[in-house]
């Protein structure tokens, strides 16, 4: 595998463990936290979050959607499930 391949997998791999801990965020700080972590390790991806995902925050945590009944469904199509 090349320098290349191998850096870009791990770039992937590390804004996925990003994304996965904003979205099990268990409050609001929790997930400010995250936030600027990412901030500093990968300026690019916060830029992507910032302006795609952190909108709609209230609907994606699972600190916002805590209170909701789901019945194990997270999904907003029930076939999906």
């Known amino acids: 595998m090349s320098q290349v391949v191998l850096q870009v997998v791990l770039c992937w791999l590390l804004c996925m463990q990003y994304a996965k801990q904003l979205l099990n965020a268990k409050s609001a700080e929790n997930f400010s936290l995250v936030m600027q972590q990412m901030q500093q390790d990968i300026p690019a991806f916060h830029t992507y979050m910032e ?20 019945l194990s469904n997270r999904t907003n199509n029930r076939i999906e499930r």
């Open 51 to 70: 302006t795609n995902w952190v909108p709609y925050q209230t609907s994606i945590t699972a600190y916002s959607r805590k209170d909701i009944q789901h």
